[in-house]
């Protein structure tokens, strides 16, 4: 095992690597670029967005751009023409050394900026995934169990619904509802907030906290509980018959044991590689929901620094998150063995 996790860090460097070419070549090849939105509002003359450009090191070719983003500029001279004005704004040590550089627009450190966010991120996905597997799993169970019963054909129709219902849209019905429509009899106020994490002015109350979060858990979870109590339906439809569960009723286990303690262990393996897929969300959050409730967390900060071209930003976020996944399929091949003693890696 030992040696397997090392040639797969070995191939998550080559792999990262790779990846970081191609993110940054995207980016930065894309219509527009970070001065666009300032040559409009702000009316910067072509003679300051060149110079703007030079700061920045936009003028620069792109493979020249890239190896300044991932060595740095320390190492080389920031004036070499000896005009006074820099060609990077500022010196930067490289993502190798962990500076992933400075916002184009807030000129704040990028991993200041992220480390802004992702608190707020990791509350709301956190949350959301608990939610998620501890409603999907027993329902999914059940639902295996009881085949074919009004139960499972009754979460069956759910579950379509709940994968074809749009976050976007789920989330924009339960604000019209819960903030718009529904009023609390006592105070004549909406009954749940329709955004951000806390009412503005207020100190901490765990009671605020939970009425803020729970319309954002609701709108991100629906779609996982359907999706992932379907998967395990499917799982433990291909266990509850196999011939090791008629021996643990044999031997007169009880059935709650041989169904929660030996069908859903096997049942659940496949589900870690759909769990681990969705980890990095931990991370990178979700844009529609943290756009329709005004979450703080990454993934408004993705959408407004990709409206904004703010490349430092989108490249942190872009190579983070691609760590994450295939650092999460890595725990997630781990995790196989740990659950299933006939998984053995060479």
């Not at 509980?225 to 286990?253: C, E, N, P």
Request: glycine share 10%; net charge positive.
């Amino acid at each position: 095992m030992g040696n397997y996790i090392f040639r797969r860090l070995l191939q998550t460097v080559l792999m990262l690597f790779i990846l970081s070419i191609i993110q940054f070549a995207l980016v930065n090849l894309a219509p527009g670029g970070p001065l666009v939105g300032q040559g409009q509002t702000r009316h910067v003359r072509p003679e300051q967005a060149a110079m703007l450009r030079r700061q920045n090191g936009l003028d620069k070719p792109l493979p020249v751009q890239y190896i300044v983003w991932l060595l740095g500029n320390d190492w080389m001279k920031i004036d070499p023409d000896g005009d006074g004005i820099a060609d990077t704004y500022g010196t930067r040590k490289g993502v190798l050394r962990g500076d992933f550089g400075t916002s184009f627009w807030t000129r704040q450190p990028v991993l200041t900026e992220i480390g802004l966010r992702l608190p707020a991120t990791l509350y709301l996905m956190s949350v959301t995934l608990l939610v998620a597997m501890l409603v999907a799993i027993p329902i999914g169970v059940i639902s295996a169990v009881k085949q074919y019963s009004a139960f499972d054909i009754t979460v069956t129709t759910l579950s379509f619904a709940g994968q074809a219902i749009p976050e976007f849209w789920l989330g924009l019905l339960l604000i019209l509802i819960f903030y718009g429509l529904l009023k609390n009899p006592f105070t004549g106020e909406a009954l749940l907030p329709s955004g951000g994490m806390a009412t503005l002015g207020t100190d901490f109350m765990l009671g605020d906290r939970l009425r803020h979060l729970l319309l954002p858990v609701v709108t991100g979870a629906v779609g996982w509980v359907a999706w992932y109590s379907r998967f395990v339906r499917s799982s433990m439809l291909d266990v509850i018959h196999q011939d090791y569960l008629r021996t643990a009723r044999a031997k007169g286990l009880a059935e709650f044991r041989v169904i929660f303690r030996h069908a859903l262990r096997n049942a659940i393996i496949p589900l870690v590689t759909l769990f681990a897929l969705d980890l990095p969300y931990l991370f990178g959050g979700t844009v529609f929901i943290e756009m329709i409730f005004a979450w703080p967390g990454m993934g408004r900060l993705y959408y407004q620094a990709a409206l904004q071209r703010d490349y430092p930003i989108l490249m942190a976020v872009l190579t983070i998150g691609a760590g994450f996944i295939i650092l999460s399929n890595l725990l997630a091949d781990i995790f196989y063995a740990y659950l299933d003693p006939r998984i053995r890696y060479q």
